[in-house]
């Protein structure tokens, strides 16, 4: 039986993080993944025509949290980029989030700052609680923007109408009365310099860290003698479903490279909520910021089979889960973190923090 102190389940954010955080403190980790690459859902590569694209859909990295970006600045340089995101509807193009020129632009008005905060007092449906997705976007802009921008897109991303999900789900898009049209709110807005999963080979590149890929923890379960494990898969896998399957919604990615056109779309990103079977369509270069004579893009379609990629924000699914984290809180030796570990629509950022967290809490430190 092999000897680890450590045993990671997956090379994602949240494996990564928890691996080097350890083996600088000493231990002596092996890292699983059942994919042939490091870096989860996070993973880039140059395609075959040589551009930087991103295998499972667009990752814009953002946030507040200064000591995650000190922490990430260890293993990455960094390539500043704001997100800028259109929706397109009916035959045009709008800023999304929804901001001042959006309602400008859709209605043929000229509004200011005051003008719109008038208007969304106008045209919202107050909502008392604010418990779904639906009460999120009616409770601020109203019935016509809701359709227009939100219930379409929300229906075909996760199967269900937004009345179905909590709140968190849409209350991740602001609504803003000026004209910033950037994606993201957040004070820190950047692209790993050399891409993802170059800064993934930095995290692992440790001498007590051994990665085998190719490697499912069912497989090798019981054969690895580990003082303790971290497990960064879904939370229901590991305990044999046995209170039935926690939903979480796959996509399937279609890429496409055009030789000879530079520039495919305006903004990396623009989003499709009432007209084709994809959500939105991304183009890699605006993000890299990398120069080539072509350019890829990736389409991408939900669909309720496949790789799980989203855990689906539902009282019925969070009460599921947590008769999982019951079942978690006694396997003293094991912890539990990421996306689908702890089943939370986290973004890259959070899984960091839960990761650095996870690694104080293993070594017995105090925060
Ligand atoms: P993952 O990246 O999923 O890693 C888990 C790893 O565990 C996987 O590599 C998997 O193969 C492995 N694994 C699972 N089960 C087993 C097993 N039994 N045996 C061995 N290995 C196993 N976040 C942002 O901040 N900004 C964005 O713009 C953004 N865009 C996104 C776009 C899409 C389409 C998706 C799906 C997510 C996006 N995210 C974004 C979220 C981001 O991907 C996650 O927060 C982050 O990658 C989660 O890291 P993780 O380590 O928890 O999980
Ligand atoms: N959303 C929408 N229309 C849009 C953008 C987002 O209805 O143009 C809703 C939709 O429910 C989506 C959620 O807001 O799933 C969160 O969007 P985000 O872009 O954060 O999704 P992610 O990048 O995580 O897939």
Redesign the pocket.
Known sequence: MAKVDVLV????????VVAERLAHAGRQVLV????EHI????YDEFDAHGVLIHR???????TNAERIVDYLSRFTEWHPYE?RVRAWVEGRLYPIPINRDTINQLYGLNLDEEGVKAFFERVREPREPVRTSEDVVLNTVGRDLYEKFFRGYTRKQWGVDASELAASVTARIPVRTNSDDRYFSDRFQAMPKAGYTAMFRNLLDHPRIRVELG????AVRGQISARHTVY???ID?YFGYCYGRLPYRS?RFEHEHFADIERYQPVATVNYPNDHAYTRITEFKHATGQRHPGTSIVR?YPQAEGDP??PVPRPDNEALYKRYAELAKRETTVTF?????QYRY??????VGAALTAARTILGESE
């Open positions: 389940v997956g090379a994602g954010f949240a494996g990564a699983i993944d059942r994919r870096a989860g859902n996070a499972y859909g667009p990752h814009l990295f953002h997100h490697t499912d923890f069912a960064t898969g879904p896998a996509l991408e990629y989203y973190v990421g996306r689908l570990a986290y973004n890259m950022d959070q899984v």
